[in-house]
């Protein structure tokens, strides 16, 4: 079993910066692929980053170039920095590890960012 704990959510004025921090523990596999995802009150989730154990990156369209994923593996921990934040990244954001071996993808229980105009 694999535990994700997001933090770092919070009130941001638009324009301003927050990072994301989600910490892994449990029965995890050094192979696998950290991600965040996020969802907007009557949207679909969906994916905003995501960071291979080799370190590959891959953005949305929508954050590429304000968002920035990053692991720490001796600490199980992906970060997520956003800058540039607009009012439209208000979501819950979700960490997500998806273990390679198994295909199963687990979900941390989310965090509340919320950027005003």
């Known amino acids: 079993q694999v535990q994700l704990v997001e933090s770092g959510g919070g009130l941001v004025q638009a324009g301003g910066s927050l990072r994301l921090s989600c910490a892994a523990s449990g029965s995890i596999f050094s192979i696998n692929t950290l991600g965040w995802y996020r969802q907007a009150p009557g949207k679909q989730r969906e994916v905003v980053a995501g960071?291979?154990?080799?370190?590959?990156?891959n953005y949305a369209d929508s954050v590429k170039g304000r968002f920035t994923i990053s692991r720490d593996n001796a600490k199980n921990t992906v970060y997520l920095q956003m800058n540039s934040l607009k009012p439209e990244d208000t979501a819950v954001y979700y960490c997500?590890?998806?273990?390679?071996?198994?295909?199963?993808?687990?979900w941390g229980q989310g965090t509340q960012v919320t950027v005003s105009s």
């Open positions: 997500s590890l998806l273990a390679t071996m198994t295909g199963y993808r687990y």
């Open positions: 960071i291979s154990s080799g370190g590959s990156t």
